[in-house]
């Protein structure tokens, strides 16, 4: 037998293995065959790149390099109701007609992200913030269920869940027993991020392949053919698959994992509902984090019962107390809970806590531990505070939330509402982290974000850790942040309940802070998104004479940032622009990077005020309403045409 008839052999006995749960033959043939080859390599020199030897783990690691991705990899919004899981299957029909939806299990793992060319995997990393993650080829190496080769002659990025099966953790448990891992999915992300591929190796995880990133010659239109090319690659695919056609076979899919989930060899946390068609999912589109075309529906998340030991009261960077319960530790999810959120004392009297008295504890969508209530209504009265805990004044009560108002001398909202300002959505102030906020705070007597812009290179030298090439990084950064821009800016004032997107909003119907400051609450309400409580704290911060007062300082320093509209003049211009179909030579975004450059403008819906409609391929029921309005409608090719100079 050649080296390569060895290889496809024993890379056959393992997909029955470990992809098919049906092994042909017993280990003892595979471990003989194997050692063979193991033997044979030796005397020749050469390993195979699909060589099943690959698999054990080379020398550890000195550190992760950063790998980025050829495409953003989305996170998933969620829902944890059927009643927003309706809403959301209602909102999609709404915008392209009824669809064909995929259902599939949500593993609780870590996601990996394979890239294969010309059929031979080159790279695999961590998902990181869906940009940039970490670079963990050798360790996905030593996963079984991640071919080494496939047939396929592009370039593609395939997403998978690393995880570690419950009978697995359980026979490593057996082995270690002075050691145990706790959870199956701490144990599958820690084994993929330990910088030793031989831990890897030692734990037997899988990946269960399901998505597909970039793409270069991969031809799948449906989600449905995506997971064929998956097994056709010897992939792990998911382990429930099915389609539906309405909110009710949605929900009766649901229902059926749910009753089947604490029998799964694997953790999952909820099921993952898709669009099943490429071409209607591009013209869905994306938000700023997540797809428009699927969604995670949450179970229930981990209910345990602990003690709560006491209450600390912590200051924002607005003055809002927010209490945090003190637990006895307790392992929930797979980690130790110490401190759980309480929301406000209306909270604590709503749900009759009391000190040193059992408490209901879960994490809000498996991440935020939360008190959901008391499990024995006895133990000892939490008190709500009259003055602040870090600086003694009096507090003041609006609505349910206790407030501390003295912004200019309380240490914990100047060090809040400074991080938050060089932060980076904020001004993105590299080398200023909370630590050395809270030391220029306490050396250097800094009292707002104003000051910032004084410090000196004296001034950072007093300061721990600061040499001169982090005090030059560091001011240099300041000085940088001058030019910074609307949205940015509007993010950094830390204006209660305003994050980035309504920043964003409010730069572009504004224009500059000062007309932002001039703003009634009926004006902001009329703004997608904002309601009365966030209109009213706008209104009252752009009130307060301290907060203007720094608005003036930093204009002095020379930071008065406005919305500036690029003005672009293509044969596009004036015109509001809806992609509905498929587009065989653009992507959706490389549309509409192209109208806009050309001085369109995208709207996602068809309505009166839509001037053209570019309509590709399996164009939905975008087309027939511009059909019924009458509105200009063209093909891709007089697109291409309409681009030609």
Not at 36 to 60: H, M
Not at 390 to 411: I, K, P, Q
Not at 478 to 494: D, M, R
Not at 575 to 589: I, M, Q
């Amino acid at each position: 037998m050649t080296m390569q008839q060895m290889v496809k052999q024993l890379n056959t006995w393992a997909h029955e293995y470990y992809v098919l749960d049906n092994p042909s033959v017993p280990d003892t043939t595979y471990d003989a065959l194997y050692d063979q080859l193991v033997l044979l390599e030796k005397q020749t020199g050469v390993v195979l790149p699909d060589s099943p030897t690959r698999r054990v783990g080379g020398e550890p690691l000195k550190n992760f390099v950063q790998h980025t991705h050829r495409q953003r990899l989305y996170s998933l919004d969620k829902v944890q109701s059927f009643g927003e899981l309706a809403e959301w299957v209602s909102k999609v029909q709404k915008e392209v007609g009824q669809v064909e939806f995929s259902v599939e299990l949500k593993y609780d793992g870590l996601t990996i992200n394979a890239t294969y060319e010309n059929g031979v995997l080159v790279g695999a990393s961590t998902r990181g913030n869906g940009v940039v993650g970490e670079d963990v080829t050798e360790q996905v190496k030593t996963i079984r269920t991640v071919p080494l080769t496939i047939p396929f002659d592009g370039v593609c990025e395939l997403q998978g869940e690393g995880i570690m099966k419950l009978s697995q953790l359980d026979k490593h448990n057996q082995k270690h027993p002075n050691d145990p891992l706790k959870n199956a999915r701490n144990a599958a992300a820690g084994a993929i991020r330990n910088l030793n591929p031989k831990v890897t190796a030692e734990r037997n995880l899988d990946v269960v392949f399901y998505s597909a990133g970039y793409t270069e010659g991969l031809t799948c239109q449906s989600q449905t053919q995506l997971v064929d090319f998956l097994k056709d690659c010897g992939m792990l695919t998911n382990y429930v698959f099915e389609t539906a056609r309405s909110f009710e076979e949605i929900r009766a899919i649901i229902e059926k994992i749910g009753e089947m989930r604490n029998s799964l060899d694997f953790l999952i946390d909820g099921v993952v509902i898709k669009v099943n068609n490429f071409a209607l999912r591009e013209e869905l589109g994306y938000t700023d984090k997540f797809p428009k075309w699927a969604v995670a529906y949450k179970f229930d998340a981990e209910q345990v019962t602990t003690t709560l030991l006491d209450v600390d009261w912590q200051v924002g960077r607005t003055g809002k107390l927010t209490p945090i319960g003190l637990l006895e530790p307790v392992e929930l999810c797979g980690a130790t809970i110490k401190r759980a959120t309480l929301n406000n004392f209306g909270d604590i009297t709503r749900k009759k806590l009391y000190k040193n008295a059992l408490v209901f504890v879960r994490r809000s969508n498996d991440v935020i531990p939360e008190v959901l209530g008391a499990a024995e209504e006895n133990g000892d009265t939490i008190t709500k505070p009259t003055t602040c805990p870090a600086c003694g004044s009096v507090l003041t009560e609006v609505g349910a939330h206790l407030f501390c108002t003295n912004a200019s001398n309380c240490r914990p909202q100047i060090v809040a509402r400074i991080t938050h300002y060089c932060s980076k959505n904020a001004c993105d102030i590299d080398g200023i982290s909370e630590k050395t906020v809270g030391a220029l705070v306490d050396n250097l007597g800094i009292t707002s974000v104003a000051d910032l812009y004084s410090l000196t290179d004296n001034d950072l030298a007093t300061l721990e850790g600061f040499k001169q090439r982090k005090i030059t990084n560091t001011l240099n950064a300041i000085k940088n942040s001058k030019n910074v821009k609307l949205a940015q800016f509007i993010f950094a004032l830390g204006l209660d309940n305003v994050g980035s997107v309504t920043a964003k909003d409010l730069a572009v119907r504004y224009g500059s802070v000062e007309a932002l400051s001039k703003a009634t609450v009926d004006e902001l309400t009329q703004i997608d998104g904002i309601g009365d409580v966030v209109a009213e704290g706008i209104v009252q911060y752009f009130a307060e004479s301290e907060n203007m007062q720094i608005i003036t300082r930093l204009k002095d320093i020379g930071i008065n940032p406005t919305y500036e509209v690029e003005e672009r003049i293509g044969v596009f211009t004036g015109k509001k622009v809806v992609l509905t179909g498929s587009l065989a030579n653009y992507t959706r975004s490389q549309a509409q990077k192209l109208i806009e450059q050309n001085g369109g403008e995208i709207a996602s819906s068809v309505s009166k005020s839509v001037n053209l409609v570019i309509a590709g391929t399996d164009a939905g029921s975008k087309l027939t309403k511009a059909q019924a309005l009458g509105i200009e409608i063209i093909d891709e090719q007089t697109f291409q045409q309409l681009l030609q100079p």
